[in-house]
């Protein structure tokens, strides 16, 4: 069956760095559009970067732009956010998305990631 796996949330200090990871399977995961997605308490859940099938293009919200990097490795069936100098407000779950179609569209469970002293 399909499953998007989040690893890497935690406790950090603002300023800090975190490295999110997501493990794939169950579909071709190379023929996915992959994003993460974010969302904080009492908040919509956001976009915060996607990358295409063949890595070729990303896009940020402008929030997170010159901060985060996202990545595939396609013979790993991974996708990965790197989280630079994290602030208060990127305290949310993160969660991992495959996109190929309406009816190809997957989420993981969720990582939390909290920002704070």
């Known amino acids: 069956q399909v499953q998007l796996v989040e690893s890497g949330g935690g406790l950090v200090q603002p300023g800090g760095s975190l490295r999110l990871s997501c493990a794939a399977s169950?579909?071709?995961?190379?023929?996915?559009?992959m994003s993460w997605y974010r969302q904080a308490p009492g908040k919509e859940r956001e976009l915060v970067a996607g990358?295409?099938?063949?890595?070729?293009?990303?896009n940020y919200a402008d929030s997170v732009k010159g901060r985060f990097t996202i990545s595939r490795d396609n013979a790993k069936n991974t996708v990965a956010l790197q989280m630079n100098s994290l602030k208060p407000e990127d305290t949310a779950v993160y969660y991992c998305?495959?996109?190929?179609?309406?009816?190809?569209?997957?989420w993981g469970q969720g990582t939390q990631v909290t920002v704070s002293s």
């Open positions: 998305n495959a996109w190929r179609s309406v009816a190809n569209n997957y």
């Open positions: 990358i295409t099938s063949a890595g070729g293009t990303t």
């Open positions: 169950g579909f071709t995961f190379s023929r996915h559009t």
